[in-house]
């Protein structure tokens, strides 16, 4: 299984980006999807952006609302992350994640990370 996370980039403050992050390889079954990010600097803990259910509830962290929007299409197997009014401190690597069953049969879920899309707000 394998997670592949795109759209990241430098934008100016209020700009807006899409991220998207498509899951392959064995997959029998996908639960909640998610963005996390971890901000440049030693110390920084890598932080949950927003999650989305299977069935499409949606979480945020309170510094994102209302310019955040997370969206899954299951057929593809791919998550996004539209993000608006972007400010210098939404800097950082973002990551995808995915609780995804990997083996035929089983109902066994697992945790699967992007490898990080570098997104940067100029001032």
């Known amino acids: 299984v394998q997670l592949q996370a795109s759209g990241g980039g430098l934008v100016q403050t209020g700009g807006s980006l899409r991220l998207s992050c498509v899951a392959s390889?064995?997959?029998?079954?996908?639960?909640?999807m998610g963005w996390y990010r971890q901000a440049p600097g030693s110390g920084k803990q890598r932080e949950s952006v927003?999650?989305?259910?299977?069935?499409?509830?949606?979480n945020y962290a309170d510094s994102v609302k209302g310019r955040f929007t997370i969206s899954r299409d299951n057929a593809k197997n791919t998550v996004y992350l539209q993000m608006n009014s972007l400010k210098p401190e939404d800097t950082a690597i973002y990551y995808c994640?995915?609780?995804?069953?990997?083996?035929?049969?089983?109902?066994?879920?697992?945790?699967?990370w992007g490898q990080g899309t570098q997104v940067t707000v100029s001032s």
């Open positions: 994640k995915a609780l995804i069953n990997p083996t035929r049969g089983a109902f066994l879920y697992y945790n699967y």
């Open positions: 927003a999650t989305i259910t299977n069935g499409g509830i949606t």
């Open positions: 390889g064995s997959i029998f079954g996908i639960n909640d």
